[in-house]
């Protein structure tokens, strides 16, 4: 049974529609990226998922149940939202404190006190949450999305506004959370390198569509043509590895850059080209199969649904 | 934790982020205070003073109520906290009533604030223990505190289920209507007599008024939804 599930959602707002069509499962224990474009409709999804918006069409799934009013099934999901979810006025532990009583967790003093050592806040516990950072009001919000050890946790953009060491706290604590606990991850995410980093699965949302739905590795052989990297020694030889690299029936594109020479292949080849180069004598620096990034595999699936492409 | 434990949970948490909030003690304070001796300084008889004490005991409660609930269920909206809380196992009706108690409890107290003042002023003027007539305790100690309640639960819920800009218009309303009413002399004219004598009938009226408030409230509830909360949330 999929832990999160999306059949057909169809959401309209005011006449115009915000989501058309969304469907998409998440296993257990998977972290599922939701990339796309600010306005995509993501933000919409995640508020369905969780029951604070109505489908116009379609149903969305949580343990196999629309969330709606059901207090059980909200008990079992952890949030970090937009917003922090955090009251200024009340101190750190006050917060955590607070939500932990909401969600009935048993050996409070115990888990604060852990949690708030973990994002490294114990020494500010009683500080009020208004006078912190943004990073740290972030760190703590993480802190009080999984208070009540939730068996699926709801991301949205867990780490906007981090400094790079909180950004990897985010990272290490998303890894540790599906890979020790088995819980499943939703994140809702801008960042791509974040999402390729510990993301297994990912969709891809414009304009309320969903534009491509795969693995992350499924997607970048899609959507990534295989290219190889030359760096080579000599400039004087530049031109007869270009000519080569355009005579070979497994090369279709060749761009230069200095010294460097970037082959678009049909297929693997890395060796191949190597070798070809070695046979005329050519001084190769370094060979590397170049792979693409996910923001290029991001931008190629939007610019391609937007006909750019 | 049943959910009276639950509603008790969300009141303290909102009385507690009320005091700690100089602004709105401040406002508190100054409707409670100041109203309360602006009130009792224009009076003059102890006739007008039980009046003075009918007017703002209500009022009071009802002015300060909702400059509380602005903070309590407005701003929690504008800064999209309540999404959160949307979130956790509480149900909708829960915050509600919770964020209604939290609102109520500073808000009478504020009000018995204005009482005590006007009390003590009076019984300066007076020379001796001015001690109000039996309708008068009766009103501040049952009536007010259920009127504040409804009024606080009404305005609640409006600021759950508009926007921004239809809440700003009705908080508008409100200053414009409660601000005047402040003022015993008014209050006495819109009775027809300045020195009209509050019987067990103006009481009884203001008992109607909370319970026909606490209706329409508890009907109004019916539309009240997580959607119509999210919708209303103010974009960035």
């Not at chain 1, 867990?158 to 998303?174: F, H, N, T, W, Y």
């Not at chain 2, 509380?68 to 949307?86: C, G, H, P």
Request: hydrophobic share 45%.
């Amino acid at each position: 049974m999929a832990m999160i599930e999306a059949q057909n959602v169809t959401k309209m707002l005011n006449g115009r529609t915000i989501l058309n069509g969304v469907s998409f499962e998440v296993e257990e224990g998977d972290i599922f990226g939701f990339v796309g474009p600010n306005g995509a409709g993501k933000t919409t999804t995640i508020r369905i998922i969780l029951g604070l918006l109505k489908p116009t069409s379609g149903r969305a799934l949580v343990f196999g149940k629309e969330l709606g009013d059901s207090d059980d099934l909200r008990r079992r999901i952890g949030v970090l939202l937009e917003n922090d979810g955090l009251y200024e006025r009340l101190s750190a532990y006050e917060n955590l404190n607070y939500y932990a009583q909401l969600y009935s967790v048993s050996d409070i003093k115990e888990k604060i006190k852990n949690l708030l050592e973990f994002i490294g806040l114990s020494d500010r516990q009683n500080d009020k949450v208004g006078t912190f950072s943004k990073g740290m009001k972030r760190r703590l919000a993480l802190a009080r999305s999984i208070i009540h050890d939730p068996y699926i946790l709801l991301y949205d953009a867990p780490s906007a506004g981090l400094d790079p060491e909180a950004q990897k706290l985010v990272r290490d604590l998303i890894l540790r959370l599906s890979g020790e606990k088995g819980r499943t991850i939703f994140l809702n995410s801008h960042h791509l390198d974040e999402v390729q980093r510990v993301c297994s699965r990912i969709a891809i949302l414009q304009k309320g569509e969903i534009r491509a739905y795969d693995t992350v590795k499924s997607l970048r052989r899609k959507f990534s043509k295989p290219a190889v990297e030359i760096t080579l020694t000599d400039n004087r030889e530049v031109k007869r590895a270009l000519d080569l690299l355009n005579s070979l029936d497994y090369v279709s594109e060749c761009e230069r850059d200095g010294l460097r020479i970037t082959a678009i292949t049909k297929g693997e080849k890395t060796s191949m080209v190597l070798s070809a180069l070695m046979k005329i004598s050519i001084q190769v620096e370094e060979v590397k199969t170049v792979t693409k990034s996910m923001e290029e595999i991001y931008l190629n699936v939007v610019r391609q649904s937007e006909g750019i492409i | 934790m049943n959910s009276i434990n639950m509603v008790w949970l969300v009141a303290q948490k909102e009385i507690k982020s009320v005091l700690r909030n100089k602004g709105l003690l401040l406002t508190g304070s100054y409707v409670g205070g100041m109203f309360g001796v602006l009130n009792v300084l224009l009076s003059g008889s102890t006739l007008a003073i039980n009046n003075t004490l009918f007017s703002t005991a209500l009022l009071a409660g009802v002015f300060v109520g909702y400059s509380f609930s602005r903070f309590v269920f407005l701003r929690e909206k504008q800064e999209k906290i309540i999404e959160t809380m949307l979130c956790t196992p509480l149900s909708l009706k829960s915050i509600w009533l919770g964020k209604v108690l939290g609102v109520t409890v500073p808000a009478y107290f504020f009000s018995l604030l204005a009482v005590s003042l006007v009390t003590m002023i009076s019984s300066i003027m007076v020379h001796s223990l001015f001690l109000p007539s039996a309708v008068i305790l009766i009103h501040i100690v049952v009536v007010v505190p259920v009127f504040t309640t409804a009024a606080i639960s009404l305005m609640g819920f409006f600021q759950f289920v508009l926007g921004m800009r239809e809440n700003k218009i009705i908080g508008y309303l409100i200053v414009l209507v409660l601000v005047p009413f402040m003022y015993p002399s008014i209050f006495g004219l819109i009775l027809g007599d300045v020195n009209v004598v509050i019987s067990w009938f103006e009481v009884g009226i203001c008992s109607i008024f909370a319970v026909l408030i606490l209706a329409l409230t508890t009907y109004l509830s019916r539309y009240l939804s997580k959607e119509k909360i999210v919708t209303t949330i103010p974009s960035d």
